[in-house]
């Protein structure tokens, strides 16, 4: 019966521990962007345009979505999580972004979903407000 406990912890724990393991280090994030500004129309009103700013572990990915909602996610492949791995844009606007620099995973800037890996993690995904000119990026 103790034998059995054990195994049954045991196996808890494994399950536990598998189901939360989006391991992605947790850098502090509070940019604010002056988005209706000329520098960032390849964005702003363009959508699924995107642009590579500042911050977070790897840089930050902001993205046109609909109805003038903005995503940001961080530009760190989540495959190794580190800020020499980060994600480059094959051709201007092309919704999918290459690890190139490290082992080739791919996501889509859409919803930031992995759609080649090895990476198995979707992109880190940070809050966004926008009050109608500055986009507040925050983690
Ligand atoms: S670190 Fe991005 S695929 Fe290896």
């Known amino acids: 019966m103790n034998y059995f406990?054990?195994?049954l912890c045991?196996?808890?724990i494994l399950i536990?521990?598998?189901g939360n393991?989006?391991?992605f280090?947790?850098?502090n994030v509070n940019e604010s962007v002056p988005i209706t500004m000329p520098q960032y129309n390849n964005v702003y009103g363009n959508l699924w345009g995107y642009e590579?700013?500042?911050g977070g572990l790897g840089g930050i990915i902001i993205v046109q979505g609909l109805d003038n909602e903005f995503f940001a996610y961080d530009r760190a492949c989540t495959y190794e999580a580190n800020e020499n791995c980060i994600l480059q844009s094959e051709?201007?606007?092309n919704p999918i972004l290459i690890c190139s620099e490290c082992c080739e995973s791919k996501f889509l800037i859409t919803d930031g979903s992995v759609s080649q890996?090895?990476?198995n993690q979707p992109l880190k995904k940070y809050n966004t407000y926008f009050d109608g000119e500055i986009l507040y990026i925050t983690n």
């Open 25 to 27: 280090p947790n850098v």
């Open 16 to 18: 536990v521990g598998c």
């Open 5 to 7: 406990i054990k195994i």
């Open 10 to 12: 045991f196996l808890s």
């Open 52 to 54: 590579f700013i500042n």
């Open 117 to 119: 890996g090895p990476a």
């Open 21 to 23: 393991d989006y391991n």
């Open 91 to 93: 051709s201007t606007n």
